[in-house]
Structures are given as C-alpha cells and as structure tokens.
C-alpha cells in the first residue's frame, strides 16, 4: 500500500497498515542509502544506472526467491499464498487503484514470478509503463544478466543487515 500512499486518507488506516506502511519506506530508504547497493549502482550503463534502484529493488526480490530457504523456514508458495489472502481480506481499505492492481497481481501471480528472470523482465516492463516518459526498463534484461554475479553477492551481503536493522523484537 505504501506504493499507493498517494491514493489513500493514511489516518483513516487501522495502526497497523500505518506501520507497515512507515516499514516500507524505511526499508526502501535503507535499501536506497546503502553502501553496497549505492556502490553497485554505479556498475550499471547508462541509461539504466538512472533507473538502476528501481531494476535492484526488483532484482532483489529474485535473489530473495532464489535464497529464500536461508532468511526462512516458511514455505515460500504458502507465503505467497498467505499474503495475497492477507491483501484480499483488506479490500474494503484499499484506494481503488490498488484494488485493480491487487487482482491483475493475484490472477497473474507477480509475487510467484519473481523467481525467475523472464518474471522480473515482465515486472520492470509492467513498472516502465507506468512511468510517464521514456524509460530503459523494459529493456533491462541484458543489464541484469551482465551484472547477474555481482548483485547476488550484493544481495547475499546488504540483506542480512536488511534483517538485522528491521527485525522486531519476538
């Protein structure tokens, strides 16, 4: 929801959806802030090192499908599973533009199609559109695969300390 903020009287939101929310951009600032995701930023070619956060963000999203047993003993599919139900059983709060997106997400599985480099190809296209000039993300595939190694060991390094900086106390 935090990606819809715009949309949304965000004090009319139940406290916990404010605190996700507020996760969510405090993750995405911490993400967009690190020194290993800005140093690899400068790896990219123009024109994507421009776009190259938004490529990462998604990107990662693949490494943490492809790691996925390392961070969790959660089964990855119930996950998914479990979090387009959670999403749904909100309906009633979500602005209506994130209602549409939440049915294309859900019939088109997006959290499932990360795991694989043909989903995040379709996800940076999907996100390109949405962007109101002209953008290099449709055509970020042969970036991410020139620089497939040094993101995952990017990856394999920032998130641990990802978790370590935003894991609430059990």
Request: net charge negative; hydrophobic share 40%.
């Amino acid at each position: 929801m935090a990606d819809f903020r715009k949309y949304v009287d965000f004090e009319s939101l139940p406290q916990s959806v404010k605190e996700g929310i507020e996760n969510h951009q405090q993750v995405d600032k911490f993400t967009d802030t690190h020194p290993l995701v800005t140093n690899l930023r400068q790896a990219f070619h123009p024109p994507q090192r421009r776009f190259s956060g938004i490529i990462l963000d998604v990107v990662f999203d693949y490494f943490l499908s492809k790691h996925w047993h390392q961070y969790t003993q959660v089964d990855r599919l119930k996950f998914i599973s479990s979090a387009y139900a959670t999403l749904n059983d909100m309906e009633e709060i979500l602005p209506a533009q994130m209602h549409k997106a939440l049915i294309k997400m859900s019939e088109q599985d997006w959290l499932g199609s990360y795991a694989t480099l043909d989903g995040i190809e379709v996800t940076l296209e999907r996100i390109g559109t949405r962007i109101r000039f002209v953008n290099p993300l449709a055509d970020s595939r042969a970036e991410i695969e020139r620089l497939h190694d040094p993101i995952e060991r990017c990856f394999l390094e920032f998130f641990p300390d990802l978790i370590h900086n935003f894991q609430r106390p059990v």
